[in-house]
């Protein structure tokens, strides 16, 4: 797990570091949580939206394109898909279970907006931020609660808000029977599997590498939360900015991809299918100029625990974050927790520069010399031998022929050279271990 760290508390705001963000809450009584509600019905009219589906629909969620690009867990998205259930889907690919990972949730909850004609969806695009404002809209399963009017705001530094005008009772009372209810952040990345049994079919795994969970005992009428984007290895564009950065993460430069990671993001794919994780060994920088070597194989093993890296600090927090977890695409809404990874592959290891002189190649010409000088005085010796059998030499070889020795007998009748045994390259293999349902 990503450590979690509890910043300094103020009388009416609350600090909280989750590694890839900061949140900040603000009670009723601090005037930021009325400053950080946008007022949309003072907005320009011709670019508030009210969303005529999502506003009469149960379960659906529709693209929104942005005219900016958000910042996301260091990713720059200029799509995302609003939801009726309070929450915002950030992922590429749109499947059944939206609500396990990749969204932004100032409420996620069993929201039917067409019980009620009162209920709207409504969205906002200034050119710098988009809000996406939950208005009225009532519990499925509890109409009689009352009506809920929330907002998320995304801005394109990366900052996230949530606003709560109207909750009729405590978040943590809501029924999450027929639907989770979540209040806060979650990103993953999406591994393809080939089916060896089905050819040209491919299996789509979603592993969730961070989650922020908010205090739903406040969450209530007037109250804010302010999100902060931390800085990622994502941003570096250098590998010496990206290999001395100095943040909550251990960045590694892949020259392949040029690109600087943790290993876990949404390209996590690519960082493995390009053999990154062999190259941020060497934490170098070469330039890749001149000569390079080409090692055959290599074998990586690289194991993970459900405890992560990085150990707990602090006291408890309300925000959790998770290392990896499985999240199957179909079917019942399941996550499974990554409790093992074990890589053993072949690639090429990273680039490494050959310098124009060096001691290296100095030893290699006497080696040659020597095995030709060798050579030479083995053909020599066959010669002068195949001429005068009588010999003293002749006899001496014959007497020691290898039919005479013992340790040297398997290799009788053999047509081939004989090697020393190399373990075998294996496949990758994944441990997984079912847990308990988002």
Same mark, same amino acid.
């Given at each position: 797990?990503?450590?979690?760290?509890?910043?300094?508390?103020? !009388?009416?705001?609350?600090?909280?570091?989750?590694?890839?963000?900061?949140?900040?809450?603000?009670?009723?009584?601090?005037?930021?949580?009325?400053?950080?509600?946008?007022?949309?019905?003072?907005?320009?009219?011709?670019?508030?939206?009210?969303?005529?589906?999502?506003?009469?629909?149960?379960?659906?969620?529709?693209?929104?394109?942005?005219?900016?690009?958000?910042?996301?867990?260091?990713?720059?998205?200029?799509?995302?898909?609003?939801?009726?259930?309070?929450?915002?889907?950030?992922?590429?690919?749109?499947?059944?279970?939206? +609500?396990?990972? &990749? %969204?932004?949730?100032?409420?996620?909850?069993?929201? *039917?907006?067409?019980?009620?004609?009162?209920?709207?969806?409504? %969205?906002?695009?200034?050119?710098?931020?988009?809000?996406?404002?939950?208005?009225?809209?009532?519990?499925?399963?509890?109409?009689?609660?009352?009506?809920?009017?929330?907002?998320? =705001?995304?801005?394109?530094?990366?900052?996230?808000?949530?606003?709560?005008?109207?909750?009729?009772?405590?978040?943590? &009372?809501?029924?999450?029977?027929?639907?989770?209810?979540?209040?806060?952040?979650?990103? !993953?990345?999406?591994?393809?599997?080939?089916?060896?049994?089905?050819?040209?079919?491919?299996?789509?795994?979603? %592993?969730?590498?961070?989650?922020?969970?908010?205090?739903?005992?406040?969450?209530?009428?007037?109250?804010?939360?302010?999100?902060?984007?931390?800085?990622?290895?994502?941003?570096?564009?250098?590998?010496?900015?990206?290999?001395?950065?100095?943040?909550?993460?251990?960045?590694?430069?892949?020259?392949?991809?040029?690109?600087?990671?943790?290993?876990?993001?949404?390209?996590?794919?690519?960082?493995?299918?390009?053999?990154?994780?062999?190259?941020?060994? *060497?934490?170098?920088? *070469?330039?890749? *100029?001149?000569?390079?070597?080409?090692?055959?194989?290599? =074998?990586?093993?690289?194991?993970? =625990?459900?405890?992560?890296?990085? !150990? =707990?600090?602090?006291?408890?927090?309300?925000?959790?974050?998770?290392?990896?977890?499985?999240?199957?695409?179909?079917?019942?809404?399941?996550?499974?927790?990554?409790?093992?990874?074990?890589?053993?592959?072949?690639?090429?290891?990273?680039?490494?520069?050959?310098?124009?002189?060096?001691?290296?190649?100095?030893?290699?010409?006497?080696?040659?010399?020597?095995?030709?000088?060798?050579?030479?005085?083995?053909?020599?010796? +066959?010669?002068?031998?195949?001429?005068?059998? +009588?010999? !003293?030499?002749?006899?001496?070889?014959?007497?020691?022929?290898?039919?005479?020795?013992?340790?040297?007998?398997?290799?009788?009748?053999?047509?081939?050279?004989?090697?020393?045994?190399?373990?075998?390259?294996? &496949?990758?293999?994944?441990?997984?271990?079912?847990?308990?349902?988002?």
């Amino acid at each position: 797990k990503h450590g979690l760290l509890v910043a300094a508390l103020h !009388a009416h705001a609350e600090d909280t570091d989750h590694n890839y963000y900061t949140s900040k809450t603000y009670s009723p009584s601090d005037p930021m949580s009325k400053d950080l509600w946008v007022n949309i019905d003072q907005m320009d009219k011709d670019k508030v939206k009210i969303h005529g589906i999502l506003s009469n629909t149960h379960r659906q969620a529709a693209r929104v394109n942005l005219s900016f690009d958000f910042p996301f867990y260091g990713h720059f998205l200029r799509e995302i898909t609003v939801a009726t259930g309070g929450f915002i889907y950030t992922g590429d690919v749109v499947h059944r279970m939206l +609500t396990a990972t &990749q %969204y932004i949730a100032p409420l996620m909850a069993n929201f *039917d907006p067409s019980v009620s004609r009162n209920s709207t969806v409504i %969205y906002f695009d200034n050119g710098t931020a988009l809000v996406v404002q939950w208005d009225h809209v009532h519990l499925q399963d509890n109409y009689n609660l009352g009506s809920f009017t929330f907002q998320a =705001t995304l801005h394109n530094t990366g900052r996230i808000v949530f606003a709560y005008k109207e909750i009729p009772i405590e978040v943590s &009372q809501i029924s999450s029977v027929n639907h989770p209810v979540k209040v806060g952040l979650s990103d !993953a990345f999406v591994v393809v599997h080939k089916i060896q049994q089905i050819p040209n079919v491919r299996r789509r795994t979603i %592993y969730e590498y961070h989650r922020v969970e908010l205090t739903k005992t406040k969450i209530t009428n007037s109250t804010a939360v302010e999100m902060m984007p931390l800085p990622t290895c994502l941003q570096f564009t250098s590998c010496s900015a990206c290999i001395s950065s100095q943040i909550n993460f251990n960045c590694s430069w892949c020259h392949r991809l040029n690109r600087c990671s943790s290993g876990f993001d949404r390209h996590r794919q690519d960082w493995v299918d390009n053999s990154c994780p062999d190259e941020t060994k *060497d934490k170098m920088c *070469d330039i890749v *100029d001149t000569t390079y070597l080409y090692p055959f194989t290599t =074998t990586i093993v690289a194991k993970m =625990t459900s405890r992560g890296k990085e !150990a =707990t600090a602090g006291k408890e927090t309300p925000s959790t974050s998770h290392p990896p977890t499985s999240v199957p695409t179909e079917g019942k809404e399941t996550k499974q927790n990554w409790i093992k990874a074990t890589v053993c592959r072949s690639p090429e290891l990273p680039f490494k520069k050959v310098p124009g002189t060096h001691p290296l190649h100095t030893g290699l010409i006497l080696g040659i010399l020597l095995v030709m000088l060798i050579m030479i005085a083995g053909v020599l010796i +066959t010669v002068y031998i195949y001429h005068h059998p +009588t010999s !003293a030499a002749s006899l001496f070889l014959i007497e020691r022929r290898p039919s005479r020795w013992p340790a040297m007998k398997f290799r009788r009748g053999s047509g081939h050279p004989a090697y020393a045994e190399v373990e075998p390259v294996g &496949q990758e293999k994944e441990g997984f271990i079912e847990s308990e349902q988002c």
